[in-house]
Each structure stands twice: as structure tokens, then as C-alpha cells.
């Protein structure tokens, strides 16, 4: 079992810049594609970007050049730095971890509005 505490959303105006953490439970944190998804009510669950073990990474098109998502694998912490927020950033946002499964931490809110 892999237990994900994420931190960081909050309230944030349109330009403003946010940075959410994810701390994983599990030691095998390093050898894990990590990732951050978001979600809106009435809406899917959609990728914001995701992180190899090996550092490899991609990213929703709709957040490129503006995020960008990195691991501490010494804090097994996986981070996620929002620049030039938009209100339609505005979501749940969930770390995400595969291993042979997924597993997903409780979700932090980010909303972006004047």
C-alpha cells in the first residue's frame, strides 16, 4: 500500500504561481511513474503531467511551458510548480503513483480567480 499526502493548492489570482507537493509512504517511490491529474465537477479526470523514474517527463498540452513537475526521490516527494495560472487551472488536483498499480492521494483544491 502507497499512502500520498499532497499540499500546497490554495486560492491564487490569474498570473499568480502555485507549487503542490506530493509525499508517498513507500520506499519503492524511486522505481514509480508519479504524476499529477486533475479534475473539475462534471468532468473527467484529465493528465497535467507525469515523471519517469528515470526523469523523463510530459506534460497536458494545455500546461506546457507553464508547469513543471519534479521528484526529490531522497524525500520521495514528487512537486508540481504552477506558473501563469489561469482561472481555467481551477480544479482538484491528484498525485498520482503507478507501480504495477496506481494509487492516488486525497486531492488538493487550486483555485484561480480574481
Known amino acids: 500500500q502507497v499512502q500520498l499526502v499532497e499540499s500546497g493548492g490554495g486560492l491564487v489570482q490569474p498570473g499568480g504561481s502555485l507549487r503542490l507537493s506530493c509525499a508517498a509512504s513507500?520506499?519503492?517511490?524511486?522505481?514509480?511513474?508519479m504524476g499529477w491529474y486533475r479534475q473539475v465537477p462534471g468532468k473527467e479526470r484529465e493528465l497535467v503531467a507525469r515523471?519517469?523514474?528515470?526523469?523523463?517527463?510530459i506534460y497536458a498540452d494545455s500546461v506546457t511551458g507553464r508547469f513543471t513537475i519534479s521528484r526529490d526521490n531522497a524525500k520521495n516527494t514528487v512537486y508540481l510548480q504552477m506558473n501563469s495560472l489561469k482561472p481555467e487551472d481551477t480544479a482538484v488536483y491528484y498525485c498520482?503513483?503507478?507501480?504495477?498499480?496506481?494509487?492516488w492521494g486525497q486531492g488538493t483544491q487550486v483555485t484561480v480567480s480574481s
Open positions: 513507500r520506499s519503492i517511490f524511486s522505481l514509480s511513474i
Open positions: 498520482n503513483s503507478y507501480y504495477g498499480r496506481d494509487f
Open positions: 515523471i519517469t523514474s528515470g526523469g523523463r517527463t
